[in-house]
């Protein structure tokens, strides 16, 4: 009932145009809608009206990030931080934001701040792992991931990519456990081809691996969907 949404957001804000949440509650239902630029300005105009009341700090900074206003968010999460500098999720806001301009090493010090600042934060661990991962540093990786999966042993992100990390730690043996452990874990889940795409050609890598005796034979080589989606890069996994 999105035409009944917007007409009661805009009614709250004739009716009540310094109220922070009347701006608030019509972005939200205008993002609903897909009218960003006018969310965008909603928002601005709450964080005019309150600037200490956060939640539109971080709706906002992510309507920046969708609309490819890097800076904007930047500084929006930036503007959080200044208030609170240990707010684990605006810090793994920030680092998500550096990683999108492509200033890694900046991203990779806001995701250790996260984690420094909330060590059971699962996301904050996960993103760290994955850019270590990403960056070939696999000691570290496995170090995040592992805080992760002790946090929530049933997350199947954190799970198969610790096992993947321990391949390219040349621990054949453990990385085949976890791998086939994640792999039952993902059947029965919705939604989790992409995990189980990537979970497949971790094990496949490890069965026709020299460096990795015992497995040879134990499943065959996979080829990989061109059309699947996988955040991975390290040989492809």
Known sequence: RWREGLDAGLLATEY???DVRAHWAYANALAAVAAYDDAIAQ???AIEIHPRFVPPFFELA???LSSDMDQEAIATYDRILSADPRNARALLRQCEAYRKVGEFQRAVGFCED???ADPTYIAAQYRL???????RQFDLARQAFEACVEQDNANLDCSYRLGLTHYYLQDCDTAWVMLQDSLIMAQAQENADTA???IRQGLSAIASDPACPGYAGQMPELTPDPEAETTAEPGDL
């Not at 792992?129 to 960056?135: A, E, K």
């Open 62 to 64: 992510f309507l920046y």
């Open 43 to 45: 928002l601005e105009r």
């Open 114 to 116: 996260a984690v420094t």
């Open 129 to 135: 792992g994955l850019i270590r991962y990403n960056d």
């Open 196 to 198: 189980i795409e990537n």
């Open 16 to 18: 009540g145009p310094a």
